[in-house]
């Protein structure tokens, strides 16, 4: 296979992924639980507002590693190119 025909497949790839991860979202929306939505509804304010607090517990801290790994591995990418 030629250069250009690599470069074909590549994007066609791409564009699939692409296409993928803007449609999976939509679909992963509809799986609900019944039984935890018919709690949350039926539940007071205090509890939707301590529901929402644990749901922040459990994204923030992730999301923190996740950004402090990214801005590590930014850091150190040339790390080991640099000549000596």
């Known amino acids: 296979m030629s250069r250009s025909g690599k470069t074909t497949v590549k994007s066609v790839f791409r564009t699939m992924g692409l296409a993928a991860a803007f449609f ?3 679909l992963l929306f509809a799986q609900n639980c019944a039984l935890c939505y018919t709690q949350a509804a039926g539940a007071g304010h205090r509890i939707v507002q301590a529901l929402r607090g644990g749901i922040l517990m459990l994204i923030v801290p992730p ?3 996740c950004i402090a790994l990214g801005v590590m591995a930014y850091r150190k990418r040339n790390h ?5």
Request: hydrophobic share 45%.
């Open 24 to 26: 999976v979202p939509t």
């Open 80 to 84: 080991f190119n640099t000549s000596r």
């Open 63 to 65: 999301m923190f590693i």
